[in-house]
């Protein structure tokens, strides 16, 4: 999407800034710990609405599956 890790990285930044996130800071892509790597419950909860915002039926349809295959009608598909 951003062409390196760590381009996508100052992408989730640069997105948490536009979301107003005060207490967020992406070091990783992964969410692996690192001291650099923060957030807050109100920012959390803030990504969360914007989350149902932007994906509002999609989101809860996608989120209410127990389990799928990603890439159904391809021959790479991945069981989730």
């Known amino acids: 999407i951003a062409g390196s890790s760590e381009a996508f990285v100052d992408m989730?930044?640069?997105?948490?800034?536009?979301?107003?996130?005060k207490d967020t800071h992406f070091v990783n892509c992964t969410g692996?710990?690192?001291?650099n790597h923060?957030?807050?419950?109100y920012d959390l909860a803030m990504m969360a609405a914007y989350l149902v915002e932007?994906?509002?039926?999609?989101?809860?349809?996608?989120?209410?599956?127990?389990d799928a295959y990603i890439?159904?009608?391809?021959?790479?598909?991945?069981?989730?």
């Open 12 to 21: 989730m930044n640069k997105k948490a800034s536009e979301l107003g996130l």
């Open 38 to 41: 923060y957030t807050s419950a």
């Open 54 to 66: 932007i994906g509002q039926d999609q989101l809860f349809d996608l989120t209410s599956l127990y």
């Open 71 to 80: 890439r159904e009608d391809t021959d790479q598909k991945f069981w989730l």
């Open 32 to 35: 692996l710990h690192d001291e």
